[in-house]
T-cell receptor, first 115, second 116 residues
Framework: DAGVIQSPRHEVTEMGQEVTLRCKPI?????LFWYRQTMMRGLELLIY????????DSGMPEDRFSAKMPNASFSTLKIQPSEPRDSAVYFC?????????????FGPGTRLTVL | AQSVTQLGSHVSVSEGALVLLRCNYS??????LFWYVQYPNQGLQLLLK??????LVKGINGFEAEFKKSETSFHLTKPSAHMSDAAEYFC??????????????FGQGTELSVKP
């Protein structure tokens, strides 16, 4: 298995532009998580899905952020418009089943820089 | 609600020395506890986890952790550090009651440096 796939790996954009981050979870996994990591705030959960349904989006910073999971093999995280404070590494993770005792498998991350 | 506190954002040890990374948790229900490791420019990967049963848990790369309910702790240890252990380590807790959510609460992380 290729593991969790994220694209792009690096994104540099200008303030005000729309940014779309993509994630392909491990085949057969039922849960998908989006995290953001910064030096100041550490690792933050933004949103997670069980069986393609959003369960908890309380970590989404504001209305500029949105996430979708149209099917079991694909998810997007969109920022519109982007701001310099959105610069961070964004991780996607997937998990077999929906129980919290199961391991989460992380992708390599997307490093976003907003100028 | 659950929370995790990792004591020490940076820990430095000499190669061959004991590694001890501290984690204390708060949980209103019996917790599931995890340690993840993050190498530079990579995602996190699971080192070990405690769910039920034996309180001393062994993980990959020679690491182990002990769940101590009375101390609400889940410290990570390794008897002898190797240069390749240099990374950031995250402790995490999750709820064991399904309707309290299937997410993990991560600590702030501890960066481990290993000196030759």
């Amino acid at each position: 298995d290729a593991g969790v796939i994220q694209s792009p790996r690096h994104e540099v954009t200008e303030m005000g532009q729309e940014v779309t981050l993509r994630c392909k979870p491990i085949s057969g996994h039922n849960s998908l998580f989006w995290y953001r990591q910064t030096m100041m705030r550490g690792l933050e959960l933004l949103i997670y899905f069980n069986n393609n349904v959003p369960i908890d989006d309380s970590g989404m910073p504001e209305d500029r952020f949105s996430a979708k999971m149209p099917n079991a093999s694909f998810s997007t995280l969109k920022i519109q418009p982007s701001e310099p404070r959105d610069s961070a590494v964004y991780f996607c993770a997937s998990r077999p089943g929906t129980n919290s005792y199961n391991e989460q498998f992380f992708g390599p991350g997307t490093r976003l820089t907003v100028l | 609600a659950q929370s995790v506190t990792q004591l020490g954002s940076h820990v430095s040890v000499s190669e061959g020395a004991l590694v001890l990374l501290r984690c204390n948790y708060s949980s209103s229900v019996p917790p599931y506890l995890f340690w993840y490791v993050q190498y530079p420019n990579q995602g996190l990967q699971l080192l070990l986890k405690y769910t039920t049963g034996a309180t001393l848990v062994k993980g990959i790369n020679g690491f182990e952790a002990e769940f101590k309910k009375s101390e609400t702790s889940f410290h990570l240890t390794k008897p002898s550090a190797h240069m390749s252990d240099a990374a950031e380590y995250f402790c995490a807790v999750s709820a064991t009651i399904y309707n309290q959510g299937g997410k993990l609460i991560f600590g702030q992380g501890t960066e481990l440096s290993v000196k030759p």
